[in-house]
């Protein structure tokens, strides 16, 4: 759990904090932060209109509804690699607001302002903590600054509903995020992640007012290995019906990312080959049919 408070305070709490990330990246690819500056009302305002839209008769979400992963926004209910999902989404770019806010739902009358306010406090955070793990490998902070200044935002906000008994479906089948850092809000249990030592599913435990980070898989090919993405999926909660809301966070849409030059050596080689979030759609939209697709997997170079 780390308070990010701490990296604005003297120079050696932040090097501390720095540190404790950079460790929480490569030791386990997840983390919760706290203290990371989003005020209790964004957060509970983009949950409201969250809930409010799922609320929505069916015929007012299906307008949203499309196979083309192209599309600014995307609504949802199915899975289409034959696991047994149950999970209703929403999935829309956020960055920048002033190009993609016109797309979302005018329905429920306050998304556009709750969610907006949340997606430009959730991605501020998001940059905060790129700087500290472009820190932590070495990068300095300022690397590659425009690149992720100007990257994209990609808001999924998820809705599943309370487990049933005898309910074998899953929330969301296991998978690691495109982009470089997903930072995720989740209003109660749910989520597991791949816990790299015993290497089964461990339940996270939601702590108050925090944020969970996944590291993506653009992060550990930037980084060459040296920090890894993390495997997590949902499950259904039996007590209640849950909603999160995950803001992916990478390059813009063409830009390709590659192994950072200074983390390629003789002793650790280039390990991916270099790729764009539009080449990430290209690979899904070729593979939609196969349930075993993994886009990192398909960078990693022979015998890496
Ligand atoms: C996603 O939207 O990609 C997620 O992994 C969501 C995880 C969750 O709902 O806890």
Not at 83 to 95: D, T, V
Not at 166 to 184: K, M, N, Q, R, V
Not at 203 to 230: C, F, R, W, Y
Request: hydrophobic share 35%; glycine share 6%.
């Amino acid at each position: 759990v780390i308070n990010m408070g701490h990296l604005n305070l003297d120079p050696a709490t932040r090097a501390r904090v720095v540190e404790d990330i950079t460790k929480a990246c490569r030791d386990l690819g997840y983390f919760q932060i706290i203290n990371h500056g989003i005020s209790q009302s964004v957060m509970d305002g983009a949950v409201e209109a969250a809930s409010d839209f799922f609320k929505l008769p069916s015929e007012t979400k299906e307008e949203f509804a499309s196979d083309d992963l192209r599309r600014p926004v995307r609504y949802d209910t199915s899975s289409k690699d034959g696991i047994s999902m149950s999970r209703a989404y929403l999935k829309h770019y956020a960055h920048p607001l002033g190009e993609w806010m016109q797309y979302w739902p005018e329905n429920p009358p306050i998304y556009r302002e709750c969610m907006g306010n949340f997606a430009i406090e959730v991605r501020r955070v998001a940059l905060q903590l790129m700087e500290a793990i472009l820190e932590g490998l070495g990068l300095g902070k300022d690397y590659q600054h425009e690149k992720f200044e100007q990257g994209l935002q990609l808001m999924s906000v998820n809705c599943y509903p309370k487990e049933s008994e005898g309910d074998t479906a899953i929330g969301l089948a296991p998978h690691s995020d495109y982009g470089f850092l997903t930072i995720l809000f989740t209003s109660c249990r749910g989520l597991e992640v791949v816990d790299r030592n015993s290497n089964s599913w461990k339940v996270v435990q939601p702590l108050p007012h925090a944020l969970h980070v996944h590291v993506g898989d653009h992060m550990e090919v930037l980084s060459n290995g040296k920090i890894k993405t993390v495997v997590h999926r949902a499950v259904l909660n039996p007590e209640e019906a849950r909603i999160s809301m995950a803001s992916i966070n990478g390059f813009a849409m063409h830009e390709k990312v590659s192994c950072a030059r200074e983390l390629v050596n003789e002793q650790n080689p280039e390990k991916y080959n270099t790729s764009s979030f539009n080449d990430f759609l290209d690979y899904l939209t070729s593979n939609l049919e196969n349930k075993h697709r993994n886009f990192l997997e398909s960078l990693r170079m022979q015998g890496a």
